[in-house]
């Protein structure tokens, strides 16, 4: 769907050999007519010449459109009539003749404003920027039109107009990832792109129509595992967020005497001397070693009843040495 054919303007692009063009809309004075080469206007008689009162010639044809590794965009003229409308071109006196061309002359004024000020419009409307020459809305400025891009027959041509992302968009893969910000999205397409799905059944495949982007999460709650949909494989590709189970930790034993043998304790604390030990198993015996609070004399080893020891294996055979 391309924007309404303008009143008052005519945009061309170059193809460096073209240097006639038309002038296919009505004006009052050729003062009134106005060439652009991107956005530097060209002047009378140095840049152009008329060769009738519908047509004229450049004195260089606009370059085209440069290939390579930094393209160089074809260069672009407007054609352009601004009225003015500051004055009247017509000027009313008391005992004037009234005369057809005088007042054909008068409302052709404000029809041909009434255009140029519509073609403005349309350009905010269409969301297709400013053209060269004053005038024109600030470039910031635009209107969101509600056309979604399924619906739009010009859909990836520059002919394109459509503003608006929906959840069909979404589906069929038509939500543009392209850095740029030329779109806004229902909350149909937000939330069918972004809602995560969060169920212990595997989501159902989207029909062979839909394309569904990346982005959608599936949580399964059941395994606790975190999926993303990949286009491309058609499939949800799982984030092995979680692997197997660890060991368990140790559980802690609280007392003053020792843990009981055999025991499931990893850990003792000492509630009287406010000691943390560790059970150690060198192979020949479990021990308690001393893993915190406060520490021996260095060098020296003490069994659990605070008997001194000359080795490890001696605390041993004091009452389940403590060391």
Request: glycine letters at 8%.
């Amino acid at each position: 769907m391309a924007i309404p054919t303008p009143y008052s303007y005519r945009q061309y692009v170059g193809d460096g050999t073209a240097k006639t063009f038309s002038v296919p809309f009505p004006y009052l004075a050729r003062a009134h007519v106005h060439l652009y080469l991107n956005s530097k206007e060209l002047v009378e008689g140095t840049d152009y010449t008329w060769t009738s009162g519908v047509q004229l010639q450049l004195t260089t044809a606009p370059q085209a459109a440069v290939p390579g590794a930094v393209p160089v965009p074809a260069e672009q003229l407007t054609v352009r009539r601004i009225t003015p409308e500051d004055d009247q071109i017509v000027q009313w006196k008391d005992g004037s003749y009234i005369i057809q061309d005088d007042l054909n002359e008068s409302d052709k004024q404000w029809l041909y404003l009434i255009q140029e000020h519509h073609d403005q419009l349309m350009l905010l409307q269409w969301g297709q920027g400013t053209i060269p020459g004053g005038g024109s809305p600030a470039a910031s400025l635009s209107f969101w039109n509600t056309l979604s891009r399924s619906k739009d027959p010009d859909k990836g041509t520059p002919n394109e107009v459509a503003n608006t992302i929906t959840k069909k968009d979404q589906l069929a893969g038509d939500w543009p990832i392209d850095g740029k910000d030329k779109f806004i999205a229902t909350t149909d397409a937000l939330s069918e792109r972004f809602d995560v799905l969060v169920q212990d059944t595997k989501p159902t495949d989207p029909p062979i129509t839909e394309t569904r982007q990346p982005g959608k999460l599936w949580f399964d709650d059941g395994s606790l595992q975190l999926s993303i949909w990949e286009p491309a494989a058609k499939a949800w590709i799982n984030f092995a967020m979680s692997g197997p189970p660890g060991p368990p930790g140790p559980n802690v034993f609280y007392g003053v005497a020792f843990p009981p043998d055999p025991t499931p304790y990893g850990l003792w604390y000492d509630t009287n001397k406010k000691e943390l030990r560790l059970k150690y198993d060198d192979g020949t015996g479990v021990q308690w070693v001393l893993a915190g609070g406060a520490s021996p004399p260095t060098g020296q080893l003490i069994a659990g009843n605070g008997v001194a020891a000359n080795s490890v294996y001696q605390i041993q055979t004091i009452d389940q040495g403590v060391i």
